[in-house]
Nanobody, 120 residues
Framework: QVQLVESGGGLVQAGGSLRLSCAASGTFFSINAMGWYRQAPGKQRELVATITSGGSTDYADSVKGRFTISRDNAKNTMYLQMNSLKPEDTAVYYC??????????????WGQGTQVTVSS
């Protein structure tokens, strides 16, 4: 089994910063791509940022220049540094990972989510 646990969410004023973490645990062979998604009330879940095992990154246009995704492969942990936060960034943020459970089985996993609230 693979577990993803997010942390670091909270309440912050507009213009502030937060750093989210996603730690993977359990028994698995390796982690391929990882990503952060978010879902605001009444809206569909949307992609925020992704990072490959080699460190290549991609961002939604709405967060480019403000958010930075990174990962520590030795710790099986991914991060999202969020700066210049806006009220429209308010959402539940979810961690996602594509994991080789063993050499033959590949699956996609989600964390339980962490709430980020940005006040105006």
């Amino acid at each position: 089994q693979v577990q993803l646990v997010e942390s670091g969410g909270g309440l912050v004023q507009a213009g502030g910063s937060l750093r989210l973490s996603c730690a993977a645990s359990g028994t698995f062979f390796s982690i391929n791509a990882m990503g952060w998604y978010r879902q605001a009330p009444g809206k569909q879940r949307e992609l925020v940022a992704t990072i490959t095992s080699g460190g290549s990154t991609d961002y939604a246009d709405s967060v480019k220049g403000r958010f930075t995704i990174s990962r520590d492969n030795a710790k099986n942990t991914m991060y999202l540094q969020m700066n210049s936060l806006k009220p429209e960034d308010t959402a539940v943020y979810y961690c996602n990972a594509a994991v080789w459970v063993n050499s033959r089985f590949f699956d996609n996993y989600w964390g339980q989510g962490t709430q980020v609230t940005v006040s105006s």
